[in-house]
């Protein structure tokens, strides 16, 4: 008879024979040794039949939970592939949002490398703090090049006398500044970008949950 349970709990028991099972194979010894002349074991200082019936045991209880955990694994993944969930970019199943999910999170094969929209912002953000880093040094040069041709022009004591000769500072000052050069009016696109792609995330770790607590799984 199949037993019937929601994701949630499918998960939550899953998650628990990893536990279990990795427990049992590490703390659980399956080969011991013995005097030629001796029933009892030295590991467990017990009978050679006691020894046996407890390993075919323990050996039998590990095929059975590792059995359990595939077909629990086999149902959530079977639902998460037939299961939709409706979301600001589409209708996807639910394999397709934890995958989703998971890519944007760094997680999975391709780690950090597959978060593509992270990665972009970061890239612009670096892109615009180095532009801006770069005009800011560039016109402080210049500031104090036009200083310096100020001083020359007029001399330290008699600049304020006559503003004409600085026009052609003035001039060399404004052919000469950095500015930005920015197509995507970048501020504002990193901005747009970076809120977009958190409630995507908020959006799909919601839609998920819900989905795992309100579907029912057999196995």
Same mark, same amino acid.
């Given at each position: 008879? #199949?037993?019937?349970?929601? $994701?949630?709990?499918?998960?939550?028991?899953?998650?628990?024979?990893?536990?279990?099972?990795?427990?049992?194979?590490?703390?659980?010894?399956?080969?011991?040794?013995?005097?030629?002349?001796?029933?009892?074991?030295? %590991?467990?200082?017990? @009978?050679?039949? =006691?020894?046996?019936?407890?390993?075919? @045991?323990?050996?039998?209880? $590990?095929? &059975?939970?590792? #059995?359990?955990?595939?077909?629990? &694994?086999?149902?959530?993944?079977?639902?998460?592939?037939?299961?939709?969930? !409706?979301?600001?970019?589409?209708?996807?199943?639910?394999?397709?949002?934890?995958?989703?999910?998971?890519?944007?999170?760094?997680?999975?094969?391709?780690?950090?490398? #597959? +978060?593509?929209?992270?990665?972009?912002? !970061?890239?612009?953000?670096?892109?615009?703090?180095?532009?801006?880093?770069?005009?800011?040094?560039?016109?402080?040069?210049?500031?104090?090049? #036009? !200083?310096?041709?100020?001083?020359?022009?007029?001399?330290?004591?008699?600049?304020?006398? &006559?503003?004409?000769?600085?026009?052609?500072? =003035?001039?060399?000052?404004? %052919?000469?500044?950095?500015?930005?050069? +920015?197509?995507? !009016?970048?501020?504002?696109?990193?901005?747009?970008?970076? %809120?977009?792609?958190?409630?995507? $995330?908020?959006?799909? +770790?919601?839609?998920?949950?819900?989905?795992?607590?309100?579907?029912?799984? %057999? $196995?």
């Amino acid at each position: 008879m #199949a037993e019937k349970m929601l $994701i949630t709990q499918a998960l939550d028991e899953r998650d628990l024979l990893v536990k279990k099972i990795s427990d049992k194979i590490r703390k659980n010894i399956f080969v011991a040794t013995k005097k030629h002349n001796s029933d009892t074991i030295f %590991e467990h200082k017990q @009978s050679v039949d =006691d020894f046996q019936k407890e390993v075919e @045991s323990t050996f039998q209880s $590990i095929q &059975d939970l590792i #059995a359990r955990f595939n077909r629990i &694994d086999a149902a959530i993944v079977k639902s998460n592939a037939e299961t939709m969930i !409706e979301t600001s970019c589409g209708i996807i199943t639910v394999a397709g949002a934890i995958s989703l999910r998971n890519r944007m999170k760094g997680c999975g094969s391709y780690d950090g490398e #597959a +978060d593509f929209e992270g990665n972009l912002l !970061e890239k612009l953000n670096k892109d615009y703090q180095k532009a801006i880093q770069t005009a800011e040094v560039r016109n402080k040069e210049l500031d104090n090049t #036009a !200083e310096g041709m100020r001083l020359s022009i007029l001399g330290k004591e008699t600049k304020a006398k &006559d503003d004409k000769p600085l026009a052609v500072v =003035d001039a060399y000052v404004t %052919e000469n500044t950095t500015e930005l050069v +920015d197509p995507l !009016e970048i501020k504002k696109r990193i901005d747009y970008l970076d %809120e977009k792609r958190n409630l995507l $995330i908020r959006e799909l +770790d919601t839609q998920i949950k819900v989905s795992n607590a309100t579907t029912f799984i %057999e $196995i």
